[in-house]
C-alpha cells in the first residue's frame, strides 16, 4: 500500500519561498506519476498544482514559480516554491497515481503553508 508523507510547510511572508517534500513507500515509486495539490480555505476540492511522472505538468498559477522535481533513489518528490503569494496559502498534499491512471488514488495527509501579506 502507498504511503506518502509530506514536509516542509510552514508560515513565509508575501516574495518568501518554501520547499515541500513528499517520501514515498509502500510502492514501485518509479512506475508512479506524482503529484502536488492544494486546498485553500474555504475550498471544497484541492486544485492541482503540478505533477511529475512521465511528464512534468503544472497549472497557470504555478508555472513560472514552482518546480516540481523528483529522486527515484529516494522516493522523493519535491516542490520548490518561490514568490510565494497570499493566495498560496493552502494545505498542500502530495499525490500519487499509477502512470496508466487518470486516479489519483494516493494521498498524504498534508502540509501547512501560510503566506502572510
Known amino acids: 500500500q502507498v504511503q506518502l508523507a509530506e514536509s516542509g510547510g510552514g508560515l513565509v511572508q508575501a516574495g518568501g519561498s518554501l520547499r515541500l517534500s513528499c517520501v514515498h513507500s509502500?510502492?514501485?515509486?518509479?512506475?508512479?506519476?506524482m503529484g502536488w495539490f492544494r486546498k485553500a480555505p474555504g475550498k471544497e476540492e484541492p486544485e492541482f498544482v503540478a505533477r511529475r511522472g512521465d511528464q512534468e505538468e503544472y497549472s497557470d498559477f504555478a508555472k513560472d514559480r514552482f518546480i516540481i522535481s523528483r529522486d527515484n533513489d529516494k522516493e522523493m518528490v519535491v516542490l520548490q516554491m518561490d514568490s510565494l503569494k497570499p493566495e498560496d496559502t493552502a494545505v498542500y498534499y502530495c499525490a500519487a497515481r499509477r502512470l496508466s491512471s487518470n486516479y489519483w488514488g494516493s494521498w498524504g495527509r498534508g502540509t501547512q503553508v501560510t503566506v502572510s501579506s
Open positions: 509502500g510502492g514501485t515509486f518509479s512506475l508512479l506519476d
